[in-house]
């Protein structure tokens, strides 16, 4: 099947299961698209959140994806970006006495250390299981929400507050943006890491290497392929990713720690890389079509309808992506 | 405790089921969220309990048949990744309860009424370690019952053996003439009635009223639950009843001054679990086949 008649498929379906969905409620589904629309894509500040709401998810998709095209099931990107933004929090609030404009740099490595940290586990214990990665780093995922609550309401609270609410980092910390958007410089730090991914799975032996063990492990092993090698540097380098969009979520939206900080993002770029026919080229693509959803949605939260309608329909999205195309199985890894 | 345990019992015996026919279903959270809802509303909109429990089964099952669609019929040779995409499909489908739900929000359900105890009088310590006992509900039995049944079943009937044989080894089980697909979907929409029961038992038992994201988490649990218990029933039963007391301390524990936070406290299910998966990774865990493809004309080609 050409690749855009699938695409068309999908979105009719997204918007017939959506029309429904709207009808159940008791909304007019037209009314309900227009309102959609006109709030992502139809004022300025909706298309500097659709924008950015792209490029985090291009993020996160990625750090999911590099991993998988080495066979390899990276579920714990929601808690490597977590303990990303945590690192990158905590070092900025410890060092941005001295560090000045510096901050963000130091908050940089930081993040990456800590998402590289959060996958350090699963990937030696991938070393020994093939296959259990899928367990260890979803299970993670819930030991780094609760790591994060202990932060942000317990460790990092400000006093000052009856409720749990932590200290806003200083300027220096948060990546600058254009006013009345989203718009900010992290976004350029997105596109980069889109570009050295695709260079580098392009380009280098060591992603030609990763790309040989997830086609077939008999391949690669008569290719003379590292695997130990291909294991702890993919899970590793999609880990680092994965804490670098916790900075970016942290220091392009507003600068402190909640306990609900990119809840939802790790999980939504498994999707976004299974749309984009795990091509990180077409990463981009898949990503707007979700942006444009999620930032969407909150305008049908205007006219009634209960929060939760992009989640359907993300979730109607995979499952008629995989019911449909299945067979011819796009997914070329 | 008891109370607690309970939705992770049902939950983790469904998927302990499924597994055991060599199918993964990470939608846990989301099939627990639409049995818990549809077992409210059809509670409150009938007057009978009963027929909550019907509605809430049938619509974990229908979740449950989309994914044994996907995985067993569409997904080809395409199946171990199919397999976790779907799961997720499924946890994403299951905020729907949010959307329709939102009516039912609060309302109180007169499902099955929990024993709860009266004043009792004891130090606080020995008071809630009676309370953990003590309060029940219908759905404490049938859990139990079930842990029981889905052993025996397993374990020492034909049938069992036939439907881990499917879990193991596929191409054996079809060799001797078992319909691999037939019992891999039975035990997939089977094992999704199990999970959602979970959810109603929530809703129809110890809260009784709906509330957007009842389960808290409880779907996952279950899924590492399984594992920790190694793919057996009895095992299951004795790791749903510790991860439920951890659970139900963890409020007491901040209130005791124990610990300053319970955050802490409340990762231990995860952690346990993965410590359970380090701990026996060299014995043979689980069934061969979890999450393997099976395409039996494709593999005569």
């Known amino acids: ?333 | 405790m008891l109370l607690m345990a309970t939705p992770l019992i049902f939950a983790g015996i469904g998927e302990l089921l499924t597994e055991r026919a060599g199918i993964l279903n990470l939608g846990l959270e989301g099939i627990m969220l639409v049995g818990a809802l549809a077992g409210a509303v059809a509670t409150i909109e009938t007057g009978s309990p009963l027929v909550g429990l019907l509605a809430a089964a049938l619509a974990g099952g229908t979740l449950s048949a989309i994914h044994a669609f996907i995985v067993i019929e569409r997904a080809g040779r395409y199946h171990n990744w199919a397999i976790i995409l779907s799961g997720l499909g499924i946890f994403y489908l299951g905020s729907l309860t949010k959307v329709l739900g939102k009516s039912y929000i609060q309302q109180p359900v007169n499902g099955f009424p929990t024993f709860r105890l009266g004043e009792t009088g004891l130090t606080s310590h020995l008071d809630t370690l009676l309370r953990s006992f003590a309060e029940h509900n219908i759905f404490v039995p049938l859990a139990i019952l079930l842990a029981v049944l889905l052993h025996v079943f397993l374990f020492k009937t034909r049938w069992g053996l036939r439907l881990r044989l499917v879990g193991e080894n596929p191409m054996a089980a079809e060799s001797v003439g078992l319909n691999v697909r037939g019992i891999r979907w039975i035990a997939t929409v089977l094992g999704g009635m199990i999970v959602s029961l979970g959810g109603a038992a929530l809703t129809m038992g110890e809260f009784a009223h709906w509330q957007n994201g009842i389960t808290s988490g409880k779907g996952w649990i279950a899924v590492g639950l399984v594992v920790f218990s190694g793919w057996r029933p009895l095992r299951l039963l004795g790791g749903a009843l510790l991860f439920g007391w951890v659970l139900a301390f963890l409020p007491r524990a901040q209130l005791l001054g124990w610990v300053d936070s319970s955050y802490l406290l409340a990762s231990l299910p995860y952690l346990a679990t993965i410590i359970a998966l380090i701990v026996t990774f060299k014995k043979h865990a689980g069934p061969s086949a979890l999450a393997q493809p099976f395409q039996a004309k494709e593999r005569v080609r």
């Open chain 1, 1 to 333: 099947m050409k690749a855009w008649k699938s695409w068309l498929g999908l979105t009719v379906l997204v918007i017939g299961a959506g029309s429904l969905l709207l009808i159940l409620v008791g909304v007019n589904p037209i009314e309900g698209w227009i309102a959609l629309i006109e709030r992502s894509l139809g004022n300025p500040y909706g298309l500097s959140r659709v924008l950015e709401r792209t490029a985090i998810f291009t993020v996160t998709a990625l750090a999911f994806l590099l991993p998988f095209k080495a066979g390899i099931w990276n579920i714990g990107v929601e808690g490597q970006l977590m303990i990303g933004a945590l690192a990158a929090y905590s070092i900025a609030r410890l060092t941005s006495g001295f560090a000045g404009p510096f901050v963000l740099v130091f908050m940089f490595i930081a993040a990456a250390i800590g998402g590289m940290l959060w996958a350090l586990l699963p990937a030696l214990i991938r070393l020994r299981m093939a296959g259990k990665e899928i367990l260890t780093t979803l299970m993670l995922n819930y030991v780094a929400i609760h790591i994060v609550r202990h932060f942000s309401n317990v460790i990092w609270k400000d006093e000052g507050y009856a409720f749990p609410i932590t200290k806003l980092l200083p300027r220096t910390a948060t990546f600058a943006g254009l006013p009345r958007s989203e718009i900010h410089t992290g976004i350029i730090l997105a596109i980069l890491i889109l570009v050295l991914v695709i260079v580098f799975m392009r380009y280098f032996a060591l992603g030609f290497d990763l790309r040989t063990h997830g086609g077939s492990l008999r391949t690669a092993r008569f290719a003379g392929v590292n695997i130990r090698r291909i294991i702890m540097f993919s899970l590793l380098l999609g880990g680092a990713i994965a804490g670098i969009a916790g900075l970016i979520e942290l220091s392009g939206g507003t600068p402190r720690l909640t306990d609900g900080i990119g809840l939802g993002l790790g999980y939504m770029g498994i999707p976004v890389a299974l749309l984009a026919n795990a091509d990180p080229k077409k990463v981009p693509i898949a990503a707007l079509f979700f942006a444009v959803l999620v930032v969407g949605s909150t305008g049908l939260n205007k006219l009634g309808v209960p929060a939760g309608v992009y989640e359907v329909l993300l979730g109607v999205a995979i499952m008629a992506r995989l019911a449909f195309a299945g067979k011819e199985a796009t997914v070329v890894r």
